[in-house]
């Protein structure tokens, strides 16, 4: 079966990037450290250095951080501005990198370098770019429709009954989690039929991943819904395991390091074995 060999050479792909992976993963950490270490300044500025282990104790508490926002309002107001920002740069970075990825994977490419890597990421930035923002707009109008509709319904005052519009809405979040992964698997082939692509045709490659999406649609969204139930297993995993670590001495700090980005490889291993088996797939037909 055509979904087996996916999975099988997802793997095989993904394993054989492992320099690439690791990359990734570097450029990641330093972007993260962006934030890490302002967000570290502003406690230790604000509470002082005997204060900031007790205040690394409240862990991933909301309602902590809630009681603690008057105090740090005016520094945390400037944070959330550096948040924002290195947000949106994490994500050109991501957008970057794929097309290094993509090249990387597909099965002419198990020699590739470093430097391939980069120059790869560098020519398919702006078709990746263009593919991203048409597809992140598709998911938008998606959840608009989707999403809010029962919302309006509701303040509209209409006829219906309210436990009907909740569980309409309830059947329609179902439905538009099915609609974002084919939304994905569009945004997949048309990232992968770039990579192979002399001419680097975004609408085009926009029309092939919409072709190749419905043409192999069973084997398709079997695919990624395993690949994206990996990558949501492995976040679970994630949350579960940080959310009670509560580091009170270097050590511990240096133990957390280590666990955080340990995860951080593996989510994006996951992220490459997603490439790895759309890139088979397109390259099956």
Excluded: H
């Excluded at 009954?161 to 329609?172: A, C, G, Q, R």
């Excluded at 074995?273 to 890139?279: D, E, S």
């Amino acid at each position: 079966m055509k979904i087996i060999k996916a999975i099988t050479s997802g793997f095989q792909r993904s394993a054989r990037a492992s320099k690439q992976i690791l990359v990734v993963w570097l450029i990641n950490t330093l972007a993260i450290s962006l934030l890490i270490v302002p967000f570290r300044n502003l406690l230790v500025n604000e509470a002082g250095n005997s204060m900031a282990p007790d205040l690394l104790k409240g862990g991933t508490d909301l309602a902590y951080w809630l009681d603690l926002m008057p105090e740090l309002s005016g520094p945390f107001t400037g944070f959330m501005i550096g948040l924002l920002a290195l947000i949106g740069v994490v994500w050109l970075l991501g957008v970057f990198l794929s097309g290094g990825l993509f090249d990387t994977l597909r099965a002419n490419s198990c020699g590739v370098t470093i430097g391939d890597f980069f120059k790869a990421s560098a020519q398919l930035f702006f078709p990746y770019l263009w593919v991203t923002l048409m597809v992140t707009g598709l998911i938008i109008i998606s959840a608009l429709l989707l999403l809010a509709a029962p919302a309006f319904i509701l303040q509209g005052g209409g006829s219906l009954n309210e436990e009907l519009v909740m569980k309409i809405s309830e059947i329609l979040r179902y439905v538009f989690m099915a609609v974002l992964l084919i939304w994905l698997l569009v945004a997949d082939y048309a990232r992968a039929w770039l990579a192979a692509a002399d001419k680097k045709r975004v609408f085009r490659a926009l029309g092939y991943g919409f072709r190749a999406t419905f043409t192999t649609f069973f084997t398709s969204f079997l695919f990624i819904l395993f690949a994206v139930a990996l990558q949501a297993l492995l976040t679970w995993g994630g949350v579960t395991l940080t959310s009670g670590f509560q580091p009170e001495t270097g050590g511990g700090l240096f133990l957390l390091f280590l666990l955080t980005s340990v995860l951080l490889i593996l989510r994006i291993f996951m992220r490459t074995f997603r490439y790895g088996g759309i890139t088979s797939l397109y390259t099956m037909g």
